[in-house]
């Protein structure tokens, strides 16, 4: 399997096999039903899609609910597809836990990075502004967007002003600290996108094994 | 707000037994080091300045001594498996939780009231 869908429960820190200290990101990864297995012949292409946390039914439509039920399924609050290692086969029903991560040394983990709203250039591309003392007027202003008479308009592309975070973000080659199959815990060195509580899918490195 | 798999995580590498010792106490710091294969202890001897972290698995403390004439502060993870044990030799009367003017003090000024 390529990965799994998580949560992240939080940040702290743990101590290695030879008791230095490590800050990881805490993640709930699993367990994900599957709840279709696509298939080269049907779809066209080769996915399983798998489920994950729990939604009321009420919250969904019925056409929804009745892929669950018929997948024998819970109904899960987030939906998505993963690409089966070669020679894997999954049933639809089957819970697949954190337990593919064991023996995986490092993994990508890609979210939704906390929102920041209509942000200035200082803080969206970390312009300098203007000068902060000597009486600056200009301390968190874009300052000049370009000459007057060449070339006359405004370049496309520009950096200026505006809504700041809420995209998608892949950090790559995280190091996988612990697997804790009994708590469904992944434990990864370092920082990872988005807000404790938020949703993210959690792969095998794509550039390092 | 932790969360409770967090808390267990972080109840899992807090010691068993956590050191005992307080702000102005002299201590010396019994430090696990590696070299290679041996493994050696080195002691690291001053007064407590700071803790920082309260009863946190990420808690640490800090540590003066004047070492040839110069001022040397050492920050230690409570928690950490270096840390073989702290002795507690003498403890001081103080006033407050953070010793840090004794950075600007030396000689006789320095000194901390007995307990």
Same mark, same amino acid.
């Given at each position: 399997m390529e990965g799994l869908i998580g949560k992240k429960v939080g940040m702290t820190q743990v101590w290695d096999a030879t008791g230095r200290q490590i800050a990881v990101t805490v993640l709930e990864v699993g367990p994900c039903p599957v709840i279709q297995v696509k298939t080269a012949a049907k779809d066209g292409y080769v996915a399983v899609q798998v489920g994950f946390g729990s939604q009321k #039914?009420?919250? *969904?439509t019925k056409s929804a609910v009745t892929r669950y039920t018929q997948a024998g399924v819970a109904p899960c609050r987030m939906l998505h597809e993963f690409k089966p290692d070669a020679g894997e086969a999954f049933a639809v029903g089957q819970a697949i836990d954190v337990g593919m991560f064991d023996g995986v040394k490092f993994v990508d983990v890609q979210g939704v990075t906390k929102g920041r709203g209509f942000a200035g250039v200082v803080r969206r591309y970390r312009m300098a502004g203007g #000068?902060?003392? /000597? +009486? +600056? /007027?200009?301390? $968190?202003r874009v300052g000049s967007i370009g000459a007057r008479d060449l070339p006359g308009w405004v370049e496309k592309g520009k950096r200026m002003p505006g809504h700041m975070g809420s995209v998608s973000r892949t950090t790559q $080659? *995280?190091?996988?600290?612990?697997?804790?199959k009994e708590d469904n815990l992944l434990l990864v060195a370092g920082a990872i996108p988005g807000p404790v509580g938020g949703v993210v899918f959690v792969k095998k490195a794509l550039k390092k094994g | 707000m932790i969360a409770k798999a967090i808390d267990k995580i972080n109840k899992e590498s807090m010691k068993q037994e956590p050191l005992s010792f307080k702000i102005g106490d002299s201590v010396r710091v019994h430090v696990k080091i590696k070299e290679g294969d041996k493994e050696r202890v080195q002691v690291f001897a001053g007064t407590v300045i700071a803790s920082d972290g309260?009863?946190?698995?990420?808690a640490t403390f800090t540590v003066r001594r004047i070492s040839f004439g110069v001022g040397v502060e050492k920050v230690f993870p409570v928690n950490s498996p270096f840390i073989e044990k702290v002795e507690v030799e003498r403890s001081a009367k103080i006033?407050?939780?953070?010793?840090?003017?004794l950075r600007e003090l030396t000689g006789k000024k320095a000194r901390l009231r007995q307990a």
């Open positions: #039914p009420h919250r *969904l #000068p902060k003392t /000597h +009486g +600056g /007027h200009s301390k $968190n $080659n *995280l190091t996988v600290v612990q697997v804790r | 309260g009863k946190a698995a990420t006033r407050r939780a953070k010793l840090y003017y």
